[in-house]
């Protein structure tokens, strides 16, 4: 085939809107280079000697993109992105301008921080805020209709330094979680010198497209996202025919330049298929490390809007934006690579790796059961209420899916060792008599809000407008601190010369024993399992505010202040903003409900009366 006549494919076109690795490669010196890759990889703070260089590089490469401008990409607690645009222009003191871009502007913006919400962090008149670049997300173009703009990942702080966005938490729960996998990596044997761990994600995102004359129609699809007046009609979802079924032409359009700008952003989309609900659909990604994969689909939900319009469609984020048909989730896929390079949610070869497997697995059962009322704060929101524990999303209650062989390993440690499995026959048993375990040995659960999926637990309640940093900031940190607690035991055991394989399944047992009332594998949605979830001491928080009072508690302040996730102060200011939020909803919500009575509703049943009585005469 000619150049000419030759096809362009993804990997032609694959992260071309990325200032990456290999892109920096062609722009930088070989010493600037091999420190901005250090940094990138271990989640560094960028030298300042080469600050200038990198920002120059960087300048020079969005130019030939045609970019004019550069912004400070944030993720303030809005929960969604925002962006201050500068140009490059500078007047060059003769009547010209020269572009330029300093290390400096690169490192470090100043956005008006009291616009925000901030929980009381910052007053009206307290307008500082900084943004500084994190270096573990590359930066990108965004294209506009004439030109481009430079678009900088960066977190968001005040001026005493306290984080007034998603991202800040979510790099140091990433931080705290890094640091006990690694101290148990040691207890293994694993050399963890100038290696770190971290957390990976894939987040499905749910959505619905519709017309946009009919989306133009419906104010309440406009202002809040949903439906608040309908009609369910005669036939829906009953057929279960949309589910997976042939995409149509108008759809398949949307998909395919979705897949593309996604692709050209570095974002490994994968997965597109109808969901459940006439017009609903679904996206989904390869994992990546958790950090970036938040920004992928932060960009993502963002595109989604642009392309939707393209295509003479609106699309709908909201949880719930037509009753009667499934809403919509986001569920998020959570693994743990250790400093090995190896998933530690995954089944080993051997009892070793096996024994990494069953600390991880027991430490996530141990942190989910313990601070269930966070995990489920962390996905609480107006909209959510509508979808959560309606016979298409996990209920309230927060239980953790095994599957029977696990559950089946998980009760055989209980009572001694596992020396069998009902499904793979005899294991194979070492030393430590912890088994070889068979990869994608259980069914998946659906209604189950955190199940283990093979190699990865799905965190299913998670809603489809929401930000993915929250739920993960709880999940790193839970974690992290069921890790930390099994280390100090491990440590304390090996200073009193016991044998570690013997230290960790008394340590397995004690958790297994303590916390094995969060495993479920049974149907979520029934009454019975509401029955028996209240039996076992499990909380079910119906709404919103019943959630987020869990923030509010001197448990979780401890838990966040104890890794530095979050201090007391920014704690309690997310919990005012959510607060907030939920009562703004709310209250919008039902001043429109009332101006769509009196001003469309009413008048029609008036005239529709008026009309009978006319016949009726």
């Given at each position: 085939?000619?150049?000419?006549?030759?096809i362009e494919?993804?990997?032609?076109?694959?992260?071309?809107?990325?200032?990456?690795?290999?892109?920096?490669?062609?722009?930088?010196?070989?010493?600037?280079y091999?420190?901005?890759?250090?940094t990138?990889?271990?989640?560094?703070?960028?030298?300042?000697d080469?600050?200038?260089?990198?920002a120059?590089?960087?300048?020079?490469?969005?130019?030939?993109?045609?970019a004019?401008?550069y912004?400070?990409?944030?993720q303030?607690l809005?929960?969604?992105t925002a962006e201050k645009h500068?140009?490059f222009i500078?007047?060059?003191g003769?009547?010209?301008?020269?572009?330029?871009?300093?290390?400096?502007?690169?490192?470090?913006?100043?956005?008006?921080?009291?616009?925000?919400?901030?929980?009381?962090?910052?007053?009206?008149?307290e307008?500082?805020?900084?943004t500084?670049?994190d270096?573990?997300s590359?930066?990108?173009?965004?294209?506009?209709?004439?030109?481009a703009?430079l678009?900088?990942p960066?977190y968001?702080i005040?001026?005493?330094?306290?984080?007034?966005?998603?991202?800040?938490?979510l790099?140091?729960s990433?931080?705290?979680?890094?640091?006990?996998?690694?101290r148990?990596?040691?207890?293994?044997?694993i050399?963890?010198?100038?290696?770190f761990?971290?957390?990976?994600?894939?987040?499905?995102q749910?959505?619905?497209?519709?017309?946009r004359?009919?989306?133009?129609?419906?104010?309440?699809?406009?202002?809040t996202?949903?439906?608040l007046?309908?009609?369910?009609?005669?036939?829906?979802q009953?057929?279960?025919?949309?589910?997976?079924?042939?995409?149509?032409?108008r759809?398949?359009?949307?998909m395919?330049?979705?897949?593309?700008?996604?692709?050209?952003?570095?974002?490994?989309?994968?997965?597109?298929?109808?969901?459940?609900?006439?017009?609903q659909?679904e996206?989904?990604?390869?994992?990546e490390?958790?950090?970036?994969?938040?920004?992928h689909n932060m960009?993502?939900?963002?595109v989604?809007?642009?392309?939707?319009?393209k295509?003479?469609?609106?699309?709908?984020?909201?949880?719930?934006?037509?009753?009667?048909?499934?809403?919509?989730g986001?569920?998020?896929?959570?693994?743990?690579?250790?400093?090995?390079g190896k998933?530690?949610?995954?089944?080993g070869d051997?009892?070793?790796?096996?024994?990494?497997f069953?600390?991880?697995?027991?430490?996530v059962?141990?942190?989910?059961?313990?601070?269930a009322g966070?995990?489920?704060?962390?996905?609480?929101?107006?909209a959510?209420?509508?979808r959560?524990?309606?016979?298409?999303?996990?209920?309230?209650i927060?239980s953790?899916f095994?599957?029977?062989?696990?559950?089946?390993?998980?009760?055989?440690?209980?009572?001694?060792?596992a020396?069998?499995?009902?499904?793979?026959?005899?294991?194979?048993?070492?030393?430590?008599a912890?088994?070889k375990l068979p990869?994608?040995?259980?069914?998946?659960?659906?209604?189950?809000?955190?199940?283990?999926?093979?190699?990865?637990f799905?965190f299913?309640a998670?809603?489809?407008?929401?930000s993915?940093?929250?739920?993960?900031?709880?999940l790193?940190?839970?974690?992290?601190e069921?890790?930390?607690?099994?280390?100090?035991?491990?440590?304390?055991?090996?200073?009193?010369?016991?044998?570690?394989?013997?230290?960790?399944?008394?340590?397995?047992r004690?958790?297994i024993k303590k916390?094995?009332?969060?495993?479920f594998?049974?149907?979520?949605?029934?009454?019975?399992?509401?029955?028996e979830?209240?039996?076992?001491g499990?909380?079910?928080?119906r709404?919103?505010p019943?959630?987020l009072?869990?923030?509010?508690?001197?448990?979780?302040v401890?838990?966040f202040?104890?890794?530095?996730?979050?201090?007391?102060?920014?704690?309690?200011?997310?919990?005012?903003?959510?607060v907030?939020?939920?009562?703004?909803?709310?209250?919008y919500e039902?001043k429109?409900?009332?101006?769509?009575?009196?001003?469309?509703?009413?008048?029609?049943?008036?005239?529709y009366?008026?009309?009978l009585?006319?016949?009726?005469?």
């Amino acid at each position: 085939m000619s150049e000419k006549n030759k096809i362009e494919t993804p990997q032609d076109y694959f992260g071309e809107n990325v200032f990456s690795l290999k892109v920096m490669e062609n722009y930088l010196s070989e010493k600037a280079y091999k420190s901005l890759s250090q940094t990138i990889k271990s989640g560094g703070t960028l030298d300042p000697d080469i600050a200038d260089e990198v920002a120059d590089a960087m300048k020079t490469w969005a130019m030939s993109k045609g970019a004019t401008h550069y912004t400070h990409w944030f993720q303030p607690l809005t929960g969604t992105t925002a962006e201050k645009h500068d140009s490059f222009i500078s007047p060059d003191g003769e009547g010209g301008a020269i572009l330029k871009f300093s290390g400096k502007e690169l490192i470090q913006g100043e956005p008006d921080a009291s616009s925000f919400p901030s929980g009381g962090l910052r007053s009206t008149f307290e307008a500082r805020g900084y943004t500084g670049w994190d270096p573990t997300s590359p930066a990108f173009i965004k294209e506009g209709p004439k030109s481009a703009t430079l678009c900088i990942p960066t977190y968001f702080i005040g001026w005493y330094g306290q984080a007034l966005d998603k991202k800040t938490p979510l790099l140091r729960s990433m931080k705290a979680l890094s640091t006990q996998v690694c101290r148990l990596a040691e207890l293994f044997g694993i050399n963890t010198k100038g290696k770190f761990a971290s957390a990976t994600l894939g987040g499905e995102q749910e959505y619905f497209l519709i017309d946009r004359d009919f989306y133009n129609q419906r104010i309440d699809l406009i202002q809040t996202g949903r439906t608040l007046f309908g009609k369910e009609p005669a036939k829906h979802q009953q057929m279960a025919d949309h589910y997976f079924g042939a995409i149509k032409s108008r759809i398949m359009g949307f998909m395919e330049d979705l897949d593309r700008e996604m692709w050209r952003l570095g974002a490994p989309v994968k997965t597109r298929h109808n969901e459940v609900a006439p017009s609903q659909y679904e996206v989904a990604p390869i994992f990546e490390t958790l950090n970036l994969a938040v920004d992928h689909n932060m960009l993502c939900m963002e595109v989604m809007q642009k392309v939707a319009e393209k295509h003479g469609l609106a699309c709908l984020l909201h949880e719930k934006p037509f009753a009667g048909v499934n809403g919509s989730g986001k569920h998020n896929n959570w693994s743990i690579v250790g400093p090995d390079g190896k998933n530690w949610l995954s089944p080993g070869d051997n009892p070793h790796e096996n024994a990494k497997f069953l600390v991880t697995l027991c430490a996530v059962i141990k942190a989910v059961d313990t601070y269930a009322g966070i995990l489920r704060a962390s996905v609480a929101s107006a909209a959510n209420d509508h979808r959560l524990g309606s016979h298409e999303a996990p209920p309230a209650i927060i239980s953790i899916f095994l599957g029977e062989q696990l559950t089946d390993i998980i009760e055989q440690i209980e009572k001694s060792e596992a020396k069998s499995s009902k499904k793979g026959g005899i294991l194979e048993i070492g030393v430590d008599a912890l088994p070889k375990l068979p990869r994608d040995a259980t069914d998946r659960n659906r209604t189950s809000p955190f199940a283990f999926t093979g190699a990865k637990f799905e965190f299913r309640a998670v809603g489809s407008s929401m930000s993915l940093a929250g739920p993960n900031i709880v999940l790193n940190t839970i974690v992290a601190e069921a890790l930390d607690e099994i280390c100090v035991q491990l440590e304390a055991d090996k200073k009193a010369k016991k044998d570690f394989n013997a230290s960790v399944q008394k340590i397995l047992r004690d958790i297994i024993k303590k916390h094995k009332r969060v495993i479920f594998n049974g149907d979520n949605y029934t009454e019975s399992w509401v029955k028996e979830a209240e039996k076992r001491g499990l909380p079910n928080l119906r709404t919103t505010p019943e959630a987020l009072e869990e923030l509010n508690t001197p448990k979780a302040v401890g838990l966040f202040e104890k890794y530095g996730v979050l201090s007391k102060e920014e704690l309690k200011s997310r919990y005012e903003v959510y607060v907030e939020t939920y009562q703004t909803i709310i209250d919008y919500e039902a001043k429109l409900s009332a101006d769509m009575a009196k001003i469309k509703i009413i008048p029609t049943v008036v005239a529709y009366q008026e009309e009978l009585a006319n016949t009726i005469s």
